[in-house]
Nanobody, 116 residues
């Protein structure tokens, strides 16, 4: 397993941008699929974006064209660049890692609040 620590959350006005970072420690980061999830109050956790070790990327439909996920294997870090933020993007954002389709390691989460 890997240990994950998110950073970069905060309060931003609608239309603004934030960049989330997730620093990983442990072995085999390069082989892991990485994901960003979010959970808003009263809602289920949803997968926002994922990136495999080979660079295959998937996005939640509602964030396509606004969010960009990337990874730096040398620094064992994954990023989520969030642009054109909307109030409905408000949630706790979690970084996750897994050796296959399932995610087995989770960060503690970082709050993102978008004001209208």
């Amino acid at each position: 397993q890997v240990q994950l620590v998110e950073s970069g959350g905060g309060l931003v006005q609608a239309g603004g941008s934030l960049r989330l970072s997730c620093a990983a420690s442990g072995r085999s980061f390069n082989t892991y699929r990485m994901g960003w999830f979010r959970q808003a109050p009263g809602k289920q956790r949803e997968l926002v974006a994922s990136i495999t070790s080979g660079g295959t990327i998937n996005y939640l439909d509602s964030v396509k064209g606004r969010f960009l996920v990337s990874r730096d294997n040398a620094k064992q870090t994954v990023f989520l660049q969030m642009n054109s933020l909307k109030p409905e993007d408000t949630a706790i954002y979690y970084c996750a890692a897994g050796p296959a389709l399932a995610f087995s390691s989770w960060g503690q989460g970082t709050q993102v609040t978008v004001s209208s």
